[in-house]
C-alpha cells in the first residue's frame, strides 16, 4: 500500500529535489534584491509625495489635524489596541509633532479642502488653515475666495525679494567688504567711495529684507489657536487636499528637486542633501585623477615590461588580495599616514604659525581622495589588466616587426585597444568609492560642512576642508539625529539616490566590459 | 657596408630610442612605486604596533637631568613605617594609633598587615573604623609591604617570602578578592612597594637589593640590581628619586604599554571592580581611577561570530545559485543574471546596514516567530512547489521550464514569505504561548536583542552571496565540459552529474570562493556598526549582539590620542584583519590557479 502511494508521489520525470532547491536560492537572491530596491524606492519616492491632510475627530470629541503615518499593532505580549501614528506638526503650538492614536476611539475623519501644511524655518511644519493675512501688523480684509491667491501671490513676491536679497549680499555687499579688509583700495579717495557703496548696498538690502518682513499669515490650528507667522519664514505653502493629481505631481517633481539642489536643514533632519552629493561627487573626481594614471601604469608594467617569472606571478596574487583587504584598513593607513605623517609634516613646514590647530593634519577632502585612490587601485589595475590580456599578442608582434620601439607600440597599438578596460576599471573603482563609508570616517567626511571644499576663494578648491558625503550622512541621520521618525524619510531617499549613483556606475562599467569581450573575444591566458 | 641613413634620421632613430628607455623606466619606476606603495600598507601597520611589545625597562636618567637639587616635586606614593607608626607623605596625616605594621591607603579604605592578615579599614567617617580581616599570605610567611594603586581599588601585597600578589575591589564585598600571584624576582623579604604616579605600574625592592617593575595585569616586567641607599619618591615626570650617601639619583621608567602583552590581550583578565577573570573591551575610561580594559577576545570573537553566521546563510544560498545557473539555466537567463548580481555586490554596506539595523531589526523582533518559520517553509515550500510543477500538464510545463525557475519561482517563495509573516501572531500565539521572546528566555534562556547576530548574518549575507556566487559560478562552469558531458552520456540524469562529477571536480575553486567571502564577511565595517548594538559580548547565541574589530575601528580610532596604547592596539585590529584577509585570499588565490591549470590539463590543453 504504502509502496504504491510512494510510486504515486514519486516526482515522474526530473531529477529529485536537488534541482528546485538550486532553484529556489536564484530566486529568494533575486527576491531580495528587488526587495531592497522595491523598499528604497518606494519609501524614498513616496516622501516627497503631498499626502493628504485629515481632520480626526475622536469620541470624546477632540480634534486635530495631521498626516496619518501608519497603524501599529498592540505591543507584542500585550492586550490592547491598535494604534494610528499622524504628524500633526505645529511644535510650537503643542511641543509634540507626532501623535498616536486609537483607532477605536477615531469618531470621524474628514478632508477638507481648506487645511494647509506651511513649511517654515522655525519650528518645522505648521498643519491648520490660513486665517487671514496681515500687512504691516494691519488685518487685509479679504474674502474667503480672494484668500488663496492673495497668500499665494505674497509668498511668491517674498521669494523674489529673498533671491534679490541673496544676489545682493554676494554679488556686492560681501566683495565690496573684502576690498575694504583687505585694504585693496588706490587711495583715500577710493576708500571712501567704496566705504560709501558699501553702506549703500547694505542699506539696500536691509531695505530689501524690510520689504520682505511686510507681510505676515495669521494662521489657525483645526483646534482655534491662532499664531502670526511672517511669511518670510516660510518655505513652501501646500494645500494638499485641494490639489488635483497633476498638481501633486508637480509639486512632487519640485521636491525632489528641492532635495537635490538645497542644503540640510534642522541638524541634518530635513531639507536636501546638496552639499553631500556634491562632496561624495568632488571626492570621487579627484580620487579618479589620483587612481588613473598610477593604476593602468601599474598594469601596463605588470602585464608589458616586468618579466613575467615567479615574482611578477606573486605581485599580482598580492595586488589582487589587496582588492580583498577591509576598506577600514585602508582608513587606519590613510589616518596614520597621510593625516598623522604627511598632513602634520606638512602643517609643520608651512602653516607653521596656525598651529596647534592644525589645517592638513586633520581629515580632509585630500587625504580622503587619495585614501579611496589606494582603495580603489587593485580594482583599476585587475580590470586594466584583463583588458591588455585580451589584445592579442599578434597585434604587439606586428607593431614590433614593422621596427616600432616598444613605448611606440604601446602608446600606438597596445593602449588604444585598452582604453575601454581602463574605463571599466576607473568607473568600478569610482562606484566601490562612492559607496565607501568606512575609511571616510577616519579621513575626512563631516557630519556638517559649512564650507563647500570649492568656492570663489583663492585657491577656488579647498583640499584641506572637510566635507559631506551621502553614506556617511545615511549614517549620520539614521542613526545620530534625534528625530528618528522624521528622520526615516531623508534616509529612503538618501540611500535611494546613492543605490541609483552606484547602480548607473556599475551599469556602465558592465556595459564597457561587454563591449571590450565582444571586440577581442574570450581572454587568452 | 654602405650607411643609407641620413644623419637626420640617425638622430631620430637615437632620439626614439632614448624615448623608448625613458618610457620603460617611467613606467616600471611608477609600476614598482605603486606595487610597493600598496604593499606598505603592510608594513605601516606593523611599524606601528611593534612599540606595543617592546619589553619594559628602568635605566638612569641622562646625566644633564641628574644633577638637580630641587626636589620639591617629591611624591611618595607609598606609606613608610616609622617607630611610632606610619604616615601617608602627601599629605602628612598620621594613623599612629594603628600599630607599627604595613598600611595602605586607597581614596576611602585603608588596609593594614597584620602577620598573615590583611585589615580592611572604612576611612568614610574620619577615624579608620575595621571593617573585617582577611588572611593574605600563605601559611609561614608574613606581609612586608601594602600599597594601593591609583584609584584605589587595587591593593598590591608583599611578604617575606619575595613574593607579590594583587588584590582587588569586588563588586560588592568590602574584602579584597586575591588575583593570581606574580612570578616572583627573588627570595628575599619585599621591603618596599612603590606605585608609580597615575599608572598601574609599580616598583618592588627587597632585602637583597632587587628591584622589580610590574604592571597590575601584565605581572613582573624587568628585574635588576638596585642602587645603593633608599628610594626617596617620584618627581613629576614619574622619575623615581634615589639617594644615598653621595646624593640624589633619578630613575626613569621606562614601559610606555606595560599594560599591554599577548596575554593580556587574549587571556581572561581579574579587572579591578570584578568578583572573577573576564574577556574585556573597554578602552576609554573617563575616570583615571577606572581601568581601561584591552581583551582583543570579545572583538576577535565577535567579528569571527558575525562572519559565520553570515556564511551560514550566504553559502547555501550562494552555492545553490551557482549551481542552477551554471548547470539548470537557460543561457539567455543566466546572461542576465550575472550582471544582477553584480551589481548586488555593488550595494554600498552603509545602504545594506541601514535597511537592517532600522528596517529589517525591528521588523523581525516584531514577527520573530514568522521569521524562524520560514527557515522551515521555504525548502519545504519549493518541493510543494516541485512536486506541483511534475503534476502540470506537460503544455504548462514547457510555458515554465526548469531553466527559468529563478524567475518564475520568484511570486510563489513571495507568497509563502507573506504568509508566514502573517501568520506569525497565530504561530507565536499557538506553540508559545503568545510570546517567542519570553518562551525564548524562560525555556532556552536565551536573550533577544533587537539588532542581533542573525540579523547581521542575514545583512552580511547578502552582500557576501554574491562574491562567493560569482567565484563558485566561475569554477562550475570552467570545469571541462567533457567530463560532464561524459557523464551524461551514461546515462546520470543532470544532478547526478553535477554530484558526483562537477561538485568534486570544483570544489577546490568553491573552497576558494568560500575563503574569499569569509575575508570579506570579516572585514565589513559598515554593515557590522549599523546592523548590531556593538556591545563587546562573548555568546554564541545568534540572538544576541557583539562588536566586531572593523566597527570597533571606525568608532573608537577618531578618538583615540595619535601615539597611546589604545591607538596602537587600534592599529594591530587592523593589523590582524589585513593579515587575515590577506592570507585567506591569498590560500585562496593559489587554490584557484592550481584549479585552472588542472582544468587545462583535464582538456588536454597545453
Keep these: ?525 | 657596408m654602405i650607411d643609407f641613413s641620413t644623419s637626420s634620421a640617425r638622430r631620430r632613430q637615437r632620439l626614439r630610442l632614448v624615448r623608448d628607455r625613458l618610457a620603460t623606466l617611467l613606467i616600471s619606476a611608477c609600476g614598482i612605486g605603486v606595487v610597493g606603495a600598496v604593499l606598505a600598507i603592510g608594513v605601516f601597520l606593523a611599524v606601528e604596533v611593534v612599540p606595543l611589545f617592546t619589553s619594559a625597562k628602568i635605566e638612569q636618567a641622562p646625566a644633564a637631568d641628574q644633577d638637580m637639587r630641587d626636589i620639591s616635586d617629591l611624591q611618595r606614593t607609598w606609606l613608610r613605617p616609622t617607630s611610632t607608626g606610619a604616615f601617608v607623605a602627601r599629605t602628612e596625616k598620621r594613623f599612629a594609633d594603628l600599630g607599627a605594621g604595613p598600611l595602605a591607603v586607597g581614596e576611602t579604605m585603608l588596609w593594614r598587615a597584620d602577620g598573615r592578615d590583611l585589615e580592611v579599614f572604612s576611612l568614610a567617617e574620619g577615624e579608620p573604623r575595621l571593617l573585617g580581616r582577611v588572611t593574605a599570605v600563605e601559611e609561614g610567611r608574613r606581609i612586608t609591604a601594602l600599597a594601593s594603586l591609583v584609584g584605589g581599588r587595587a591593593l598590591i601585597v608583599g611578604d617575606d617570602g619575595g613574593g607579590v600578589r594583587r588584590w582587588v575591589m569586588g563588586p560588592d564585598s568590602v574584602l579584597p578578592i586575591p588575583t593570581p600571584a606574580y612570578r616572583q624576582a627573588g627570595q628575599a623579604p619585599i621591603r618596599v612597594l612603590m606605585p608609580v604616579p597615575d599608572r598601574r605600574l609599580f616598583l618592588a625592592l627587597n632585602d637583597a637589593g632587587e628591584l622589580a617593575l610590574y604592571q597590575a595585569l601584565a605581572g613582573l616586567l624587568w628585574t635588576g640590581a638596585a642602587p645603593a641607599g633608599e628610594p626617596l619618591g617620584f618627581d613629576a615626570e614619574a622619575r623615581l628619586l634615589w639617594s644615598d650617601t653621595t646624593g640624589i639619583e633619578r630613575l626613569v621608567v621606562d614601559a610606555e604599554h606595560a599594560e599591554v602583552n599577548w596575554d593580556t590581550l587574549w587571556r581572561p583578565q581579574h579587572y579591578q571592580g570584578h568578583a572573577e577573570s573576564q574577556h574585556r573591551w573597554q578602552a576609554s575610561v573617563t575616570d583615571s581611577a577606572d581601568e581601561p580594559k584591552y581583551g582583543l577576545a570579545p572583538l576577535a570573537w565577535g567579528t569571527l561570530k558575525a562572519a559565520a553566521y553570515a556564511l551560514l546563510f550566504a553559502i547555501p544560498l550562494a552555492l545553490g545559485a551557482a549551481i542552477h545557473s551554471s548547470c539548470f539555466m537557460s543561457r539567455q537567463l543566466r546572461h542576465r543574471l550575472k550582471p544582477t548580481i553584480e551589481m548586488m555586490e555593488a550595494m554600498p554596506g552603509v545602504v545594506i546596514g541601514f535597511v537592517a539595523g532600522l528596517v529589517l531589526a525591528p521588523y523581525i523582533e516584531r514577527h520573530l516567530a514568522g521569521a524562524f518559520a520560514l527557515l522551515l517553509v521555504l525548502p519545504m515550500g519549493l518541493l510543494v512547489g516541485g512536486w506541483a510543477w511534475s503534476l502540470l500538464s506537460p503544455h504548462l510545463r514547457q510555458r515554465l521550464p526548469l531553466g527559468w525557475a529563478g524567475l518564475w519561482l520568484m511570486p510563489w517563495l513571495a507568497v509563502l514569505i507573506a504568509l508566514s509573516l502573517w501568520l506569525s501572531p497565530a504561530l507565536e500565539r499557538v506553540f508559545f504561548g503568545g510570546d517567542l521572546h519570553l518562551w525564548l528566555e524562560q525555556v532556552l534562556g536565551l536573550d533577544y536583542v533587537s539588532r542581533n547576530a542573525m540579523i547581521v548574518g542575514l545583512a552580511m549575507g547578502f552582500a557576501v552571496i554574491p562574491t562567493i556566487y560569482a567565484l563558485t559560478e566561475d569554477a562550475l562552469s570552467g570545469v571541462p565540459a567533457s567530463l560532464g558531458e561524459g557523464a551524461l552520456a551514461l546515462g546520470a540524469t543532470r544532478w547526478q552529474t553535477l554530484w558526483k562529477v562537477l561538485l568534486p571536480a570544483a570544489s577546490p575553486g568553491i573552497f576558494s570562493a568560500v575563503m574569499i567571502g569569509a575575508g570579506r564577511a570579516v572585514g565589513e565595517t559598515m554593515i557590522l556598526l549599523m546592523a548590531t548594538g556593538n556591545s563587546a559580548m562573548m555568546t554564541l547565541s545568534p540572538l544576541e549582539d557583539m562588536r566586531s574589530m572593523a566597527a570597533n575601528i571606525a568608532i573608537e580610532l577618531p578618538e583615540a590620542a595619535l601615539g597611546g596604547t589604545h591607538y596602537r592596539l587600534l592599529m594591530l585590529s587592523a593589523l590582524l584583519l589585513f593579515v587575515f584577509t590577506f592570507c585567506v585570499n591569498t590560500l585562496a588565490e593559489v587554490v584557484r590557479g592550481r584549479l585552472k591549470r588542472r582544468y587545462r590539463r583535464l582538456e588536454g590543453r597545453s
Excluded at chain 1, 253 to 277: M, Q, Y
Excluded at chain 1, 381 to 402: C, F, K, M, N, S
Aim: proline share 5%; charged share 20%; with cysteine.
Design chain 1, 1 to 525: 500500500m504504502i509502496a504504491r502511494w510512494g510510486r504515486r508521489l514519486r516526482i515522474p520525470r526530473g531529477e529529485g529535489a536537488g534541482p528546485w532547491l538550486a532553484a529556489g536560492c536564484v530566486s529568494l537572491s533575486l527576491l531580495m534584491v528587488v526587495a531592497l530596491l522595491v523598499l528604497l524606492a518606494g519609501r524614498g519616492l513616496v516622501y516627497f509625495w503631498p499626502t493628504e491632510i485629515e481632520l480626526v475627530t475622536l469620541d470624546d470629541g477632540q480634534h486635530f489635524a495631521g498626516h496619518a503615518i501608519r497603524d501599529e499593532p498592540p505591543p507584542r505580549g500585550q492586550l490592547g489596541v491598535s494604534q494610528r501614528l499622524y504628524h500633526t506638526g505645529n511644535r510650537d503650538l503643542h511641543g509634540e509633532v507626532w501623535r498616536w492614536v486609537d483607532i477605536e476611539r477615531i469618531a470621524s475623519q474628514a478632508r477638507p479642502a481648506d487645511l494647509v501644511v506651511v513649511e517654515r524655518n522655525r519650528w518645522g511644519d505648521f498643519i491648520g488653515r490660513v486665517a487671514g493675512l496681515q500687512e504691516q501688523g494691519r488685518d487685509l480684509a479679504l474674502s474667503e475666495a480672494e484668500r488663496w491667491p492673495t497668500v499665494r501671490q505674497r509668498l511668491e513676491r517674498v521669494v523674489r525679494l529673498r533671491e534679490e536679497s541673496d544676489a545682493l549680499r554676494e554679488q556686492v555687499v560681501e566683495p565690496l567688504a573684502k576690498r575694504l579688509a583687505e585694504g585693496r583700495w588706490r587711495d583715500s579717495n577710493d576708500r571712501e567711495s567704496l566705504a560709501a557703496e558699501l553702506e549703500a548696498a547694505n542699506a539696500r538690502v536691509l531695505a530689501v529684507q524690510d520689504a520682505m518682513s511686510r507681510d505676515a499669515l495669521v494662521l489657525e490650528s483645526v483646534n482655534g489657536r491662532r499664531v502670526v507667522q511672517p511669511l518670510q519664514g516660510v518655505y513652501r505653502i501646500l494645500r494638499p487636499n485641494a490639489m488635483s493629481g497633476f498638481d501633486k505631481f508637480m509639486a512632487w517633481g519640485r521636491d525632489v528637486w528641492r532635495f537635490l539642489s538645497e542644503g540640510p536643514r534642522a541638524a541634518n533632519a530635513a531639507g536636501g542633501v546638496w552639499p553631500a552629493i556634491f562632496g561624495t561627487m568632488l571626492m570621487v573626481m579627484l580620487m579618479s585623477v589620483a587612481v588613473t594614471p598610477f593604476g593602468v601604469l601599474a598594469a601596463v608594467y605588470l602585464n608589458e615590461i616586468a618579466p613575467q617569472g615567479r615574482l611578477t606571478r606573486l605581485v599580482r596574487i598580492g595586488v589582487r588580495n589587496l582588492a580583498g583587504v577591509p576598506s577600514i584598513v585602508y582608513g587606519v593607513f590613510g589616518l596614520g599616514v597621510f593625516v598623522y605623517g604627511i598632513g602634520g609634516t606638512l602643517d609643520e613646514w608651512f602653516f607653521h604659525d596656525r598651529l596647534p590647530s592644525p589645517t592638513f593634519g586633520t581629515g580632509g577632502l585630500l587625504w580622503a581622495s587619495l585614501t579611496l585612490a589606494l582603495l580603489t587601485l587593485p580594482v583599476v589595475i585587475v580590470a586594466t589588466e584583463e583588458g591588455l590580456a585580451r589584445i592579442p599578442d599578434a597585434q604587439r608582434e606586428g607593431a614590433l616587426a614593422l621596427g616600432a620601439t616598444r613605448a611606440e607600440t604601446l602608446r600606438r597599438v597596445v593602449l588604444p585597444m585598452a582604453v575601454p578596460a581602463m574605463l571599466t576599471g576607473v568607473i568600478l573603482a569610482i562606484a566601490r568609492a562612492a559607496g565607501e563609508v568606512a575609511p571616510l570616517m577616519l579621513v575626512g567626511v563631516a557630519k556638517l560642512a559649512p564650507q563647500v571644499p570649492v568656492d570663489g576663494e583663492f585657491p577656488f578648491l579647498h583640499l584641506e576642508r572637510k566635507f559631506m558625503h551621502l553614506g556617511y550622512h545615511i549614517l549620520d541621520v539614521g542613526f545620530y539625529s534625534g528625530d528618528i521618525e522624521a528622520a526615516m524619510p531623508l534616509v529612503y531617499a538618501t540611500a535611494l539616490l546613492l543605490v541609483l549613483v552606484i547602480l548607473v556606475l556599475n551599469l556602465t562599467a558592465i556595459f564597457l566590459r561587454h563591449h571590450v569581450k565582444a571586440r577581442h573575444g574570450a581572454l587568452q591566458r
